[in-house]
């Protein structure tokens, strides 16, 4: 017999999109991706997603937003499939600029963790701007393998 999960709490404070990802050995619930925007949210949703099943593990979502100043619980996005790339908002819109702006930052995130597993941990100003230089030019799954070649390579010390 499946054991019934817990419904998803509503997030705390103002409204806003909020990705809620269940834990099913603690029947728990936690905060996985939020912002003012849905699309990030739904970017961050489809990305989570294809961590955790990369994992092998089964994943379910949660998405709570705004609805007339309140909070709704909406119909959860496919967790059978990675979200798309959000759409473009209409120009002069803050969004899209953010959301570049926080995956360059995931980005670099993500190459400096590499980095300090490989036990480059007292970086020069250059070294700073090479990362930087590389965070802004590749996509995030190509972060992600050069990363896992930094950590393999610690690994081979």
Avoid: C, I, N
Wanted: aromatic share 6%; hydrophobic share 35%; proline share 11%.
């Amino acid at each position: 017999m499946e054991k019934q999960r817990s419904r998803p709490p509503r997030p705390p404070g103002e409204p806003r999109w909020v990705a809620m990802f269940h834990e099913p050995a603690q029947d728990t619930w936690t905060v996985g991706a939020e912002s003012s925007y849905r699309s990030p949210v739904l970017y961050a949703v489809g990305d989570m997603t294809q961590t955790v099943r990369a994992r092998g593990d089964e994943v379910t979502v949660a998405l709570w937003g705004p609805e007339d100043g309140a909070w709704r619980l909406y119909d959860t996005p496919s967790a059978t499939a990675p979200a798309p790339a959000p759409k473009r908002p209409a120009p002069g819109s803050p969004e899209p600029a953010r959301l570049a702006e926080r995956m360059t930052d995931r980005r670099h995130q993500v190459l400096m963790a590499g980095l300090s597993k490989a036990g480059l941990y007292d970086l020069s100003p250059e070294d700073g701007e090479a990362v930087r230089a590389l965070a802004d030019r590749l996509d995030e799954p190509t972060v992600r393998r050069v990363a896992h070649w930094l950590s393999a390579a610690a690994g081979g010390r």
